[in-house]
């Protein structure tokens, strides 16, 4: 335990001791909803639940609503609806009734599962200039000092939000999910989550926390971004006809990662999988007409929690890779919702966690039947370019290196055209990439 915590460590990550985010139990409004058949947003609509009660309230009637069941709209939150019977009922309402509803709640519109996206990050915006305008009112009252620390605390993520949302190359970024409690979460999206022929989720390991990390987690997946467009118009050449096919990658941090005191456990994993499973579900029912390539990108303990939503068999992706995993209970690519079985594994050679089978496998043996990704460093057969190594536990997503490329490559459906590593690797053989 000692050396696998250290190596999930690392050095370039300041940690914050963040206590766990409060549990909340699910009412029965919010069990009335999960138990509306499928696809019957007329039913959920009439049903007693929370959401069905709003989608009946007049606009003039929803603000006093809102602020009068706003617990209960937080629980709603905790075990919500599936999304298809939200966007069921989002297409229900009428244009001036969905307006006031995002005035009245967009903590609850930015962060519901089958909302439209540009809604959602209409919604989030707002919810995150209100939140920082009350934050800095709360500071100058005056507090208390363990209470001071706690506010600037939250200021400080939510500002640090506000900077990783500045477009790079007028690429547009999107805030699809964001949580302004102390312990904060939130989802960037760089590109058009709702057009784009391939998604790439990243999925965040420990230490991973809003306040320290999301803009240089977005920048992350603007870099990723950039390969994948750069890659598919060299690939596509002349053949990309009518424009390069769009790309968007998501800077997911939708779960509170763990620190040292609390890395040995399950439970955030499990909260962490209950999450992405949830945007992974609703990526797919908004997009159930023209559905995009869906690969996950998981790194340590992100890739835990990943590799336990795919166990559930609720939903499946394209691709998965993961990098410096410390396993699941699932023992084989055959045990995980993967389309033909394409998922990738990355292991440097000085990463503490690869090989560990901390949490029950290791996704890098053979018998796993991952596929290789090559992390030393190389030459892009590609472009010819230079390629850094990555070998320890935290430089697997540093901009340049062969895992970055490789990515890429997996993320645009060109597994193919993964490198495989060196032939001289420590590293027991696997089976090299086949592509799809």
Not at 97 to 120: F, W
Not at 142 to 163: C, F, S, Y
Not at 227 to 233: A, Y
Not at 254 to 276: C, F, H, R, W
């Amino acid at each position: 335990m000692t050396s696998v915590a250290a190596g999930l460590t690392g050095v370039s990550v300041v940690p914050a001791d963040i206590p766990p985010a409060p549990l909340y139990s699910a009412v029965s409004q919010v069990s009335t909803v999960r138990d509306v058949s499928a696809g019957s947003a007329e039913s959920l609509a009439a049903s007693g639940s929370i959401l069905g009660s709003l989608s009946r309230l007049s606009a003039a009637d929803l603000p006093a609503f809102v602020d009068a069941h706003r617990s209960d709209l937080d629980r709603m939150l905790a075990n919500p609806p599936k999304a298809g019977d939200v966007s069921g009922v989002w297409r229900l309402l009428d244009p001036v009734k969905q307006a006031a509803l995002l005035q009245a709640a967009p903590h609850v519109i930015g962060n519901l599962e089958g909302v439209p996206y540009s809604v959602r990050g209409r919604a989030n915006l707002i919810d995150l200039s209100r939140t920082i305008a009350d934050t800095d009112r709360r500071l100058e009252t005056g507090t208390g000092r363990a209470a001071r620390i706690e506010l600037r605390q939250k200021l400080t993520a939510l500002e640090n939000v506000q900077t990783a949302l500045k477009k790079k190359d007028g690429v547009k970024r999107t805030l699809v999910s964001l949580d302004t409690s102390i312990d904060a979460k939130a989802s960037i999206v760089i590109g058009d989550l709702s057009t784009a022929e391939y998604v790439s989720v990243l999925v965040p390991g420990m230490y991973m926390s809003v306040g320290e990390q999301i803009v240089d987690w977005a920048k992350t997946a603007q870099n990723l971004y950039d390969q994948q467009t750069s890659m598919l118009r060299r690939v596509l050449g002349p053949r990309g006809g009518q424009g390069t096919p769009g790309v968007a990658t998501v800077a997911w941090i939708g779960y509170q990662t763990p620190v040292l005191m609390n890395i040995g456990g399950m439970k955030l994993a499990n909260e962490g999988a209950d999450s992405l499973e949830r945007t992974l579900e609703g990526i797919q029912s908004l997009r159930q007409a023209d559905p995009p390539y869906l690969s996950v990108f998981a790194h340590s303990y992100g890739s835990t929690a990943a590799l336990l939503a795919l166990e559930r068999h609720t939903v499946t992706v394209d691709a998965l890779a993961l990098m410096g995993s410390p396993g699941s209970d699932a023992q084989s690519v055959a045990a995980l919702s993967v389309r033909d079985g394409n998922v990738f594994v990355a292991q440097a050679t000085l990463d503490p966690v690869a090989h560990s089978a901390f949490f029950g496998s290791d996704p890098g043996s053979p018998s796993y039947g991952a596929q290789r990704m090559g992390v030393t460093g190389g030459t892009d057969p590609l472009t010819g370019a230079k390629l850094e190594g990555s070998s320890g536990h935290n430089e697997y997503f540093t901009a340049g290196t062969e895992c970055m490329r490789n990515l890429a490559m997996i993320g645009i459906d060109l597994g193919g055209l993964v490198m495989s590593g060196s032939a001289d690797s420590d590293d027991p053989p696997m089976q090299t990439a086949s592509g799809r």
